[in-house]
């Protein structure tokens, strides 16, 4: 894909979801007020530093917590007017499994392929977050010109809006997940 713009991606900080509670999933939408932890700060404060020689122009972001949190740390060091936060960079949504263990998901959503085609009860499938992030950035890349934009999300919603962008078909990267996948607080180029 071809843009007029530059992108970056950062996912929000590490939050107790990466280390005390690996086995759980994310509660959803408002009811997630979990911050990042010291770690996850501090992994944010450092990505600010490279961003400030990057020159960012513009940031998105989720609206969730976490990552509210993790765009206006950046944001402080850079020093902008705004940060436009955007739905449609939520984390995705596991319905009836959010806020429960990460077993009973991976039970009866044992494949990649079952994640891109069948929606939980409630929630929606990788193919739904990869077409409204892909919808996202064709939006914002209309509306800009010439513009260095950093977008602050999840990480399946960037692992997927990378991966469309680098033009891989939708299946063709699960058995590549767990080495593509970007980590909390890591910065890429897209």
């Given at each position: 894909m071809?843009?007029?713009n530059r992108y970056y991606i950062l996912r929000h900080g590490q939050t107790?979801?990466?280390t005390k509670k690996k086995d759980m999933i994310y509660p959803q939408g408002d009811k997630s007020k979990v911050g990042l932890t010291k770690e996850g700060i501090k992994k944010i404060s450092l990505?600010?530093?490279r961003l400030k020689t990057i020159g960012i122009d513009l940031i998105y972001s989720s609206d969730f917590y976490r990552t509210r949190q993790t765009a206006k740390i950046v944001n402080k060091k850079l020093g902008l007017k705004e940060i436009v936060f955007d739905k449609?960079?939520?984390d995705v949504n596991l319905g009836i499994y959010c806020g429960g263990k990460k077993e009973d998901f991976r039970r009866d959503f044992s494949s990649g392929i079952l994640r891109f085609s069948k929606r939980p009860s409630g929630g929606e499938n990788w193919q739904d977050v990869q077409k409204r992030t892909l919808?996202?950035?064709k939006e914002i890349d209309k509306k800009h010109q010439r513009k260095t934009i950093l977008i602050i999300s999840h990480g399946d919603p960037l692992w997927l809006l990378e991966r469309r962008v680098r033009g891989l078909p939708p299946y063709s990267f699960i058995k590549s997940l767990k080495a593509n996948y970007i980590q909390?607080?890591?910065l890429r180029k897209l």
């Amino acid at each position: 894909m071809k843009f007029q713009n530059r992108y970056y991606i950062l996912r929000h900080g590490q939050t107790i979801y990466q280390t005390k509670k690996k086995d759980m999933i994310y509660p959803q939408g408002d009811k997630s007020k979990v911050g990042l932890t010291k770690e996850g700060i501090k992994k944010i404060s450092l990505a600010a530093k490279r961003l400030k020689t990057i020159g960012i122009d513009l940031i998105y972001s989720s609206d969730f917590y976490r990552t509210r949190q993790t765009a206006k740390i950046v944001n402080k060091k850079l020093g902008l007017k705004e940060i436009v936060f955007d739905k449609r960079l939520r984390d995705v949504n596991l319905g009836i499994y959010c806020g429960g263990k990460k077993e009973d998901f991976r039970r009866d959503f044992s494949s990649g392929i079952l994640r891109f085609s069948k929606r939980p009860s409630g929630g929606e499938n990788w193919q739904d977050v990869q077409k409204r992030t892909l919808k996202f950035l064709k939006e914002i890349d209309k509306k800009h010109q010439r513009k260095t934009i950093l977008i602050i999300s999840h990480g399946d919603p960037l692992w997927l809006l990378e991966r469309r962008v680098r033009g891989l078909p939708p299946y063709s990267f699960i058995k590549s997940l767990k080495a593509n996948y970007i980590q909390p607080g890591e910065l890429r180029k897209l």
